[in-house]
């Protein structure tokens, strides 16, 4: 697809701000998506030319944390597998759903989520080791999941991952976020592979936003490492809203 070069500025500087986005709590997706169906593309080539942007910032994202020992490898080996293995089904299967539907499904888990980290201040304020002896069939259960989901459908995967990473797991939100990076790669990478072979990737417009992608994710990663946990709950709740907001209004809407 020919896109004017000024569209090529404008997309790979929005893929800058999404991948800072996501890198710290996730929902870069919702940033992305929206500018790429602007040119016109259909919404199958949308999605799969996020995917690359997505792709490259997830991977920033996983090596900042990990080069900072924010990444704790014996639970994420087994989310990130599973993750793997539910975007590939996910990217394969045909939707069940009215997506109108699914729009305001995961509007209310969002907002309920979110209610739940505002009204429960220590949750996700340190991380509980002993936790970790429990953790790898939890941790696939959560990546098989939100794997499959981000394949699926995608907006807010990577939300419900540092949620569920704090909730189930009971590590920090700093280390929830490191945890859904990785995660969140791997579901990129299954979901890619589909779309790759499904011919449904821009990978002109695709490689210049995923350039612009490496240098948001590595600002946003360390941003996240630097500020801790603290700050990573507060722009996970303020994402969270503003991903149901936008979910909900698309359903309304349409």
Known sequence: MHVEPWVLVALGATAFVAAAVDAVVGGGGLINLPALLLTGMPVSLALGTNKLSGIAGTATATATFAAARQIRWPIVTASALAAFAGALLGARTVLLLDPKLLRVIVS???LVVSAVVALRP??????TGAVVQRSVWRSGAIGLATGYYDGFFGPGAGVFMIFLFVAWLGVDFLAASGLAKATNFASNLGAIIVFALAGTIDYQIGVVMAVCAV???FTGSRLAIVRGAVFVRF???AVAWMVAARLLW???HR
């Open 108 to 110: 209310a888990l969002l």
């Open 215 to 217: 240098a948001g994710s």
């Open 122 to 127: 220590q949750l996700g304020a340190r991380f």
């Open 235 to 237: 722009v996970f709740l």
């Open 250 to 252: 698309q359903a309304l």
